[in-house]
């Protein structure tokens, strides 16, 4: 178990850049490169800035994607360092989950009992019930897991995929240091390592819809991308409409080295293709216990998130999509 183990990580207990030219001309097609180029120095500016006025200890990888998704690799911060990556493995742990359900073993509707034992505080909303005892489907376990970051839904996700297990998919999806941490239940585990170049390659897969099945990628993607998620760090200061672009998942703990705030996502184009994929993971950090959108890291992300979203790779009108707007039901 790594020395840096925190209190909330013990859940299972308790391409070289390239510029595609269409039809155009090498002159009509400059001023858009130049474009995509200087939108990466600003992301990097940014992100440099963001690091040295907060602190600690930064690992980072941060890519954009063109029309062809060809990818450039903007940040690369120490980006092979394995860290504990806490509430962003739940994303390693649904992938898991999903991967079983594209090889038939089970279903999103299959339905387990949800008992007391099950329950943990911290993020989510099933310790809110007070009473437990209702038959949750898989669907439903994976959207609180992803939507909430729900601490009791990693045990609910080790009832239909044992610890061992999900380190073989994980280890058979090519993933070398993404692992959750098993004990001696073998349905409970520690949330595990990960580094910000293996996420982001998770990220990438699942965004194109290679992960899994492109109907398992559509479903976690569904999620990660709901307005009601996360929204302190890199979604926080924009509108409803851009939030929807943007797929995410945060972590946040502490260990021995300090305070960890991580955030991990994928921004769409108008195409509906991945344009930009980040994993930043900050540890050794000040400012304990405060776990809102005001810890100086968290504040980082969203000044971070701003500018990746401002410096998108263009995507070409031929390509662009309609994507619907969000509209409020009042019921009834």
């Not at 739940?90 to 999103?108: E, F, N, P, S």
């Not at 945060?250 to 769409?268: K, M, P, Q």
Request: glycine share 10%.
């Amino acid at each position: 178990m790594s020395a840096n183990l925190s209190r909330r990580s013990a859940l299972g207990l308790g391409a070289a850049a390239a510029t595609v030219v269409g039809m155009g001309t090498p002159a009509a097609a400059a001023p858009a490169a130049a474009a995509s180029a200087a939108g990466r120095a600003t992301i990097k500016q940014v992100y440099d800035a963001q690091k040295a006025k907060v602190g600690g200890l930064w690992h980072t990888h941060i890519a954009t994607a063109d029309a062809a998704g060809v990818r450039t690799t903007v940040v690369e911060d120490d980006a092979d360092h394995v860290t504990q990556g806490y509430s962003v493995q739940k994303l390693a742990v649904a992938t898991a989950v999903m991967d079983k359900i594209d090889r038939g073993q089970l279903t999103l509707g299959t339905r387990i009992t949800m008992t007391q034992a099950d329950i943990l505080s911290g993020s989510g909303i099933y310790h809110l019930h007070t009473v437990w005892g209702d038959d949750i489907t898989v669907a439903n376990f994976l959207t609180a897991l992803l939507l909430v970051s729900d601490n009791s839904a990693v045990r609910l996700c080790g009832r239909v995929c044992p610890a061992s297990e999900i380190n073989q998919i994980l280890a058979n999806k090519g993933f070398v240091n993404t692992r959750v941490e098993p004990v001696a239940n073998p349905n409970r585990f520690y949330l595990g390592t990960t580094t910000p170049r293996e996420m982001h390659d998770l990220l990438w897969r699942l965004g194109n819809r290679t992960l899994l099945s492109t109907s398992s990628c559509n479903f976690l993607l569904g999620i990660t991308r709901w307005i009601n998620g996360y929204h302190d760090g890199v979604r926080r200061v924009m509108s409803s409409n851009e939030r929807k672009m943007i797929a995410t998942k945060y972590g946040a703990d502490f260990n021995t080295l300090g305070e960890s705030r991580h955030e991990v996502g994928i921004i769409f184009g108008a195409d509906e293709k991945p344009k930009l994929t980040y994993a930043m993971f900050a540890e050794g950090l000040g400012n304990g216990d405060n776990y809102g959108a005001t810890h100086p890291a968290v504040e980082a992300h969203a000044v971070i998130g701003r500018a990746l979203y401002d410096n998108l790779p263009a995507t070409p009108a031929a390509l662009r999509k309609s994507t619907p707007d969000f509209v409020p039901n009042h019921g009834g």
